[in-house]
C-alpha cells in the first residue's frame, strides 16, 4: 500500500533497457511520458480554473452579527458574555469571551486547513498529481482528524500565531507537534505520511474505489479508522489511539471500551467517534438543526463533514442559523513537509466561510474525541439530551447509545427511523456503505 512511485519510473527505465532497440516499445514509453506531460498540463489548467471559481472565496469577508454568539467546537465567543463573568471563569476564558470575534479568527486560524493540492507525486495506478476535483470529502475528513490530533498534541485551547517564533521550550514543543501533524498528512506515498491522500486512495482500492473516484463521509470515516489502523502497525504514537465508526446509527458502549481497551493492557486509547448519520432523504430535515449545532457546542466535538449537495465541506461551528466552515476546494501547491522549517501558512485559513443550515445535505459524519475513559462517559450523558428534536418525543433520535456490543443485538442491520419533513410516510435512515461513493461535487 505504500509502495513509492519512485518503483513505477525503475521499472519502466529499465524494462526499456532490457528490451534494447526495439523501436515501438521506445515509441510507448514516449507516448507514457506525453501522456504524463499532457497530465500535468490538463491538471495546471484545471487547478487554474478551480481557483477561479472558488479562490475567491478564500480572501473574501465573511460578516459576523456582534448581537449574537459564535460557537466553535465547544468555545463561544461573545462580547456581551463579557458582562457576566463570574468567579469561576478561568483568565484563558475571559479573555476569549471579551475579544469576541477577534478570539474567534485566532481559534479558527488554528484549525487544519487541508485542501486540495497539484503537483505531488503520481497516485498508485493513475496519471493523477492533483485530487483537485474530486478529493474534497477525503481533505474534509483529513481535517476531522487533523482536529482530533490536534486536541490531543496540544490541546484545546492551543492557537497558531504565525509571527510568533518558538523561541521558548514550550513554544519549541508545540511547534514541533503542529509540524509532525502537518507531516502526517503530507502529499506523498511515505509511509511517514501514513494519513496522507496517497494513503487513503490505496486504501479505497482494497474496495474497489480507484483515483478520481469519489466518496460519502461515512466512507470517508471508515477508511479514516484503516488508516490509523494501519499507521499504528509502524509508529507507536497511533497505537494510543482507537478510531469507531458507528454502525446504522447506533454507539455500542461495550464494543467502544473493548476497543478503547487493549486485551494485554488496561490503560485507555483516546478515543475518536465517528458517526454516519443521514438526516432526511432528498435534503436535511429541518427539524435535526438545532441537534447538529447543540452538538457543535459540545468541547468533544471535533466538527462535522458533509456540505451542501455536490460539495464537501469540513464545519466547525455556527453563529445563528449559519454554519461555519472550512472549505477544502481552493487548490494549492504541493509543499515538501520533509523540508526543515516548511512554510506553514497554506495549512491554515484566516477566512471564515458561512453556509445556511438549511442548505446542508443530510448526510453527513460527526466526530468526537474522548482523551479518557471518564471523558467518554461524560460525552454519553450530555450528548443524549442533544439527539432527540424537541417536537419528536424521543422517537427520531440523530442517533443512538446502545448498551452492550454490536453482536448481542437481535440484528445486525438495526435502522433508527428519520422523518422526512417532505413525505407523506416515514422513511429509513439510510446509512453509508463501507466505501459508497455519494455525489459531491467535484470541484
Known amino acids: 500500500m505504500n509502495t513509492d512511485v519512485g518503483l513505477f519510473s525503475k521499472y519502466k527505465l529499465s524494462t526499456f533497457r532490457n528490451r534494447g532497440t526495439n523501436h515501438n516499445e521506445a515509441s510507448g514509453l514516449e507516448e507514457d511520458c506525453d501522456t504524463l506531460g499532457e497530465s500535468k498540463v490538463k491538471t495546471k489548467i484545471f487547478s487554474i480554473w478551480n481557483n477561479m471559481r472558488h479562490g475567491w472565496t478564500v480572501k473574501m469577508k465573511t460578516n459576523f452579527s456582534k448581537d449574537s454568539p459564535v460557537w466553535l467546537l465547544g468555545k463561544c465567543y461573545h462580547r456581551k458574555l463579557s458582562t457576566v463573568l ?9 479573555g476569549e469571551e471579551a475579544n469576541g470575534i477577534n478570539s474567534f479568527k485566532s481559534d479558527f486560524s488554528s484549525k487544519f486547513w487541508l485542501t486540495y493540492r497539484r503537483e505531488f507525486p503520481i497516485l498508485n495506478g493513475s496519471n493523477f498529481t492533483s485530487d483537485c476535483g474530486w478529493g474534497c470529502m477525503l481533505r474534509s475528513g483529513q481535517m476531522l482528524l487533523a482536529q482530533a490530533l490536534a486536541c490531543h498534541y496540544l490541546g484545546r485551547d492551543w492557537r497558531w500565531n504565525e509571527d510568533q517564533l518558538p523561541n521558548s521550550s514550550k513554544l519549541f514543543k508545540e511547534d514541533c507537534s503542529h509540524r509532525k501533524i502537518i507531516k502526517w498528512f503530507g502529499d506523498n506515498p511515505s509511509p511517514n505520511s501514513p494519513l496522507s491522500i496517497h494513503m487513503l486512495v490505496s486504501l479505497g482500492e482494497a474496495s474497489g474505489k480507484r483515483p478520481g473516484d469519489w466518496y ?9 479508522r484503516e488508516a490509523v489502523n494501519f499507521a499504528a502497525q509502524d509508529n507507536n504514537e497511533f497505537q494510543h489511539f ?3 465508526v458507528a454502525q446504522d446509527c447506533a454507539v455500542y458502549i461495550q464494543d467502544v471500551l473493548d476497543q478503547c481497551h487493549d486485551s494485554w493492557n488496561t490503560s485507555w486509547k483516546a478515543l475518536i467517534l465517528l458517526v454516519p448519520v443521514r438526516l432526511g432523504i432528498e435534503k436535511m430535515n429541518s427539524i435535526y438543526g438545532s441537534c447538529l449545532t447543540a452538538l457543535l457546542t459540545m468541547e468533544c466535538c471535533i466538527g462535522i463533514i458533509g456540505g451542501r449537495p455536490k460539495h464537501a465541506l469540513y464545519f466547525v461551528g455556527f453563529q445563528d442559523e449559519k454554519l461555519i466552515h472550512l472549505d477544502p476546494h481552493y487548490c494549492q501547491e504541493v509543499v515538501d513537509v520533509w523540508q526543515p522549517n516548511f512554510p506553514l501558512n497554506s495549512f491554515h485559513c484566516k477566512s471564515p466561510r458561512k453556509m445556511n443550515l438549511s442548505k446542508i445535505d443530510p448526510s453527513c459524519c460527526i466526530g468526537f474525541y474522548c482523551r479518557t475513559q471518564d471523558d467518554f462517559y461524560s460525552f454519553v450523558r450530555t450528548a443524549q439530551s442533544f439527539l432527540v428534536p424537541p417536537s419528536q418525543k424521543a422517537q427520531y433520535p440523530m442517533f443512538v447509545f446502545s448498551e ?3 453482536t448481542d443485538s437481535l440484528t445486525t442491520s438495526t435502522r433508527y427511523l428519520i422523518p422526512d419533513d417532505h413525505k407523506t410516510n416515514e422513511q429509513d435512515c439510510e446509512t453509508d456503505n463501507e466505501f459508497e461513493s455519494e455525489e459531491f461535487e467535484l470541484i
Open 86 to 94: 463570574n468567579d469561576s471563569t478561568s483568565s484563558v476564558e475571559a
Open 404 to 406: 452492550g456490543r454490536s
Open 216 to 224: 460519502g463521509p461515512g466512507a470517508v470515516a471508515h477508511l479514516l
Open 242 to 244: 482507537s478510531v469507531y
